[in-house]
């Protein structure tokens, strides 16, 4: 959950796990940060994103926006297929639907921003993957989540049919209790938003200001 406030810069609202047979599901609500450009960090946008994972290497989320009171549904689709012991093939593509009443010209160009800014966020995932490595017995916290509920779903993909156990594929769910989290992001954003505007000031303040002096 936490990745989506530090990665992709919004504040998740609602989180939600779930875990059943081939698939597993995050549900995920949340608003953007009014202190970043760039994934999902805008103050006006607002997301209700289902993605689920078919197996380890496919997946769709459904992102349901509303932008400044404009709604409109976008999926995107990604694969990351294995191509040798350190490597894998990335393919990732966004479709965006064509809202009613608006013409080509005006939805051509929503759609192209929608593709922007999810093809942004999706690539702030990638920077991380090309950086991991495992780790057989991460030292957690409850906030990390259900990392080896996970992993335990994930076998049932690297062992022969007849070897799948049944806890590999029953239904787990976990959600998150978002609450505390918001409020102490929330002083994070508000304390960089004053520093932001201090340091807006300073800029616009003529040459020789002591302010700005007394900063160096």
């Not at 990604?78 to 080509?104: A, M, R, W």
């Not at 609450?179 to 807006?200: C, H, I, P, S, Y």
Request: proline share 6%; hydrophobic share 35%.
């Amino acid at each position: 959950m936490a990745h989506f406030y530090y990665v992709h810069f919004a504040f998740p609202t609602s989180f939600r796990n779930v875990f059943e047979d081939h698939t597993a599901t995050q549900f995920m609500e949340s608003k953007g940060r009014p202190d970043k450009a760039g994934g999902y960090g805008d103050a006006e946008l607002f997301l209700k994103s289902e993605a689920t994972y078919y197996g380890p290497a496919y997946m769709i989320n459904w992102l349901d926006t509303d932008y400044k009171g404009f709604r409109t549904e976008v999926v995107l689709v990604n694969c990351h297929v294995p191509t040798g012991p350190d490597s894998f093939l990335l393919q990732y593509g966004i479709t965006v639907k064509k809202p009613e009443g608006l013409d080509d010209k005006t939805a051509d160009y929503i759609a192209k921003k929608y593709a922007t800014m999810f093809g942004e966020g999706f690539l702030q995932d990638v920077h991380i993957w090309k950086n991991k490595v495992p780790v057989q017995n991460p030292l957690l916290c409850e906030e990390d989540g259900p990392v080896y509920q996970l992993r335990r779903w994930y076998e049932q993909f690297y062992v022969d049919v007849a070897d799948v156990r049944p806890e590999m594929r029953d239904r787990f769910e976990f959600e998150v209790d978002t609450t505390k989290a918001n409020e102490f992001w929330q002083a994070e954003v508000a304390d960089n938003l004053r520093r932001m505007a201090e340091e807006g000031d300073q800029g616009d303040a003529p040459a020789g200001d002591p302010q700005i002096m007394s900063g160096t």
